[in-house]
């Protein structure tokens, strides 16, 4: 699998299909890349704030990518003639050999609630977490789940920070850890620094992978 970050929480997954998630591009300080040079087949949408939801409509009206996303999301992206496909919490989505499941997200959404999805295409299994605080039951996506990497949330104001993504490590048991959700903009503090000072005074066994803007990196 080959993984592209663009900032914030956007990455783009490549096995079999392209999958995009939460495209936040244009308002983004530090996205550099052209929204419209971004081709996905399938959209991943967490929530609907605004930093999450970003260029969604855009992006799938120029590539024809589909959304997959909550279910009262998806109605709301419809009067946009938007192609969705909603699912809930415990629900997967089969689409193009790549299975999506549907878990909880400890946030908030302006529509519905907020989920995370683990990603399953074959080779890897990835825990997409979106915006979310620490919660215990992430012990349940490791048990039901056992995903090998998690891309996790680090800033610390509007989401768990370095402290509290370590104890989740420690829960979903993962190989890899990606952190996302950071360096944006001013009140998002946490660092990948503080994440790996977190994860050595832990003793955990978890490698953590950074990605610079733009960068490729294959699992």
């Given amino acids: ?27 983004n300080p530090l996205a550099t890349i052209d929204l419209y040079r971004l081709k996905p087949d399938v959209i991943l949408l967490t929530h609907d704030h605004s930093d999450h939801m970003g260029d969604t409509i855009e992006i799938a009206e120029n590539s024809g ?11 709301k992206l419809n009067k946009f003639n938007v192609a969705t496909l909603g699912g809930n919490l415990g629900g997967t989505i089969e689409y193009k050999d790549c299975k999506f499941t549907f878990v909880r997200a400890d946030h908030s959404s302006i529509t519905g609630r907020p989920v995370g999805f683990v990603i399953d295409c074959g080779s890897k299994k990835i825990y997409f977490a979106g915006d979310t605080n620490v919660f215990y039951d992430m012990k349940i996506i490791h048990d039901l789940y056992n995903p090998e990497i998690a891309m996790l949330p680090i800033d610390g104001y509007f989401n768990m920070g370095p402290r509290e993504a370590v104890y989740a490590l420690k829960l979903l048991k993962v190989l890899k850890v990606i952190p996302m959700h950071y360096g944006t903009f001013p009140l998002l503090k946490g660092t990948p620094e503080d994440l790996k000072k977190e994860i050595e005074k832990n003793e955990l066994e978890t490698q953590m992978i950074v990605f610079e803007i733009n960068e490729t990196k294959e699992f």
């Avoid at 990518?65 to 109605?75: K, N, S, W």
């Fill in 65 to 75: 990518a589909i959304v997959i996303t909550l279910f009262d999301i998806a109605l």
């Fill in 1 to 27: 699998m080959k993984i592209t970050y663009y900032g914030h929480s956007c990455f783009m997954l490549e096995e079999n299909i392209k999958i995009l998630t939460d495209p936040f591009i244009s308002n």
